[in-house]
């Protein structure tokens, strides 16, 4: 079974920084999907990246960056130029391509950012 | 809006009762999914549903079921409520099919269960 981990509980920003999520996951498969998902205190899940395992480019989405180490099985998140709207709680989440395969989830990381 | 809609937004009931949970899916979305999150478990896959048939079971207790219908929202139905169960209760969806397989899900605002 796959497992995801998130080893950072909670991290915090400055404003306009730089910050970086880390996540580790363990398959053993080798082609499948990751994602981070934002969770707002609104509780909403909101999709914030998404990285295909058989593409070496490493996805981006504006000031969302991910860094993709297939061989280490590790896959953070960057983002960059942080804003106040950028609180939240972000999680990782792996999806095989086995179609019928759900989502694992990693346990979360509370990022603040301080004005 | 994500365009998945939960209610009610908050429920708070005593253990040993029977609660239901209402989702309905984005428009034109097949499948419905249930989550689970809660402080110790993280979020957990319950169960989901494609155009009304039951496509794959996670982490769900017996007390729970779910079902879809013909006009495809779903319901989560939790019965002799334990103090454990209290948690944040999500319903996502997704067009179905392959596609589905490099997509995210839209997940709804979910349902926050209080068991007294």
């Known amino acids: 079974a796959q497992t995801v981990t998130q080893s950072q509980p909670e991290m915090s920003v400055q404003e306009a920084e730089t910050v970086t999520l880390s996540c580790t996951y363990d398959?053993?498969?080798?082609?499948?999907?990751l994602f981070w998902y934002k969770q707002p205190p609104s509780r909403q899940m909101i999709l914030v990246i998404r990285?295909?395992?058989?593409?070496?480019q490493n996805a981006t989405e504006n000031r969302f960056s991910v860094n993709f180490q297939k061989a280490a099985k590790s896959f953070s998140l960057k983002i960059s130029d942080s804003q106040l709207g950028d609180a939240a709680m972000y999680f990782c989440?792996?999806?095989?391509?086995?179609?019928?395969?759900?989502?694992?989830f990693g346990p979360g990381t509370r990022l603040s950012v301080l004005p | 809006d994500s365009g998945v809609t939960q209610t009610p937004k908050h429920l708070i009931t005593a253990t040993g009762q029977r609660v239901t949970l209402r989702c309905s899916p984005r428009?034109?979305?097949?499948?419905v999914y249930w989550y689970q999150q809660s402080l110790d478990q993280g979020l957990q896959f319950l169960i989901q549903?494609?155009?009304?048939?039951?496509?794959a079971k996670g982490n769900i207790l017996e007390r729970f079921s779910a079902q879809q219908f013909p006009d495809l929202h779903s319901e989560l139905n939790l019965s002799s409520l334990e103090l454990g169960d209290s948690a944040l209760y999500f319903c996502?969806?997704?067009?179905?099919?392959?596609?589905?397989?490099?997509?995210?899900?839209?997940f709804g605002s979910g349902t926050r269960l209080t068991v007294v």
């Open positions: 996502a969806s997704s067009p179905g099919g392959q596609g589905d397989l490099e997509n995210g899900y839209t």
């Open positions: 990285q295909e395992a058989y593409k070496q």
């Open positions: 428009s034109g979305d097949l499948s």
């Open positions: 398959t053993s498969e080798s082609d499948y999907y």
């Open positions: 549903y494609y155009n009304g048939e039951e496509r």
């Open positions: 989440a792996y999806r095989s391509r086995n179609y019928g395969q759900n989502f694992v």
